[in-house]
């Protein structure tokens, strides 16, 4: 029996860079004082904060370092990412095409 939770589909992703954006706010740090720390470029980051790049497993690891928060938390934040992106696109096409099965 399937658990009505399975069939929910977020209506936005959160890429992990709106968290990060969110933290550096929240630190009173601006990006390039962070992208110093972090030893990346202001473009890198950048990218990240506006969800066009990934956060890899070297850039979690460095958030971690600077930041405190656990290379699991970012990772499992950007495949939560690709996960809610995936099923966003599935559910959209279904409803462009008709084809919306009901359990």
Do not use: C, S
Request: proline share 3%; aromatic share 8%; net charge negative.
């Amino acid at each position: 029996m399937k658990n009505q939770n399975e069939n929910i589909v977020p209506f936005v992703a959160t890429h992990p860079g709106e968290i990060l954006a969110d933290e550096i706010e929240a630190r009173g740090l601006t990006e390039k004082e962070l992208a110093t720390q972090l030893k990346v470029t202001d473009a890198y980051l950048e990218l990240i904060l506006k969800g066009q790049n990934e956060v890899t497993e070297e850039f979690a690891f460095r958030l971690e370092k600077v930041l405190g928060i656990p290379v699991q938390f970012w990772l499992a934040m950007q495949e939560n990412y690709y996960e809610d992106t995936r099923q966003i696109e599935a559910k959209t096409y279904q409803l462009t095409h008709n084809t919306v099965t009901h359990t």
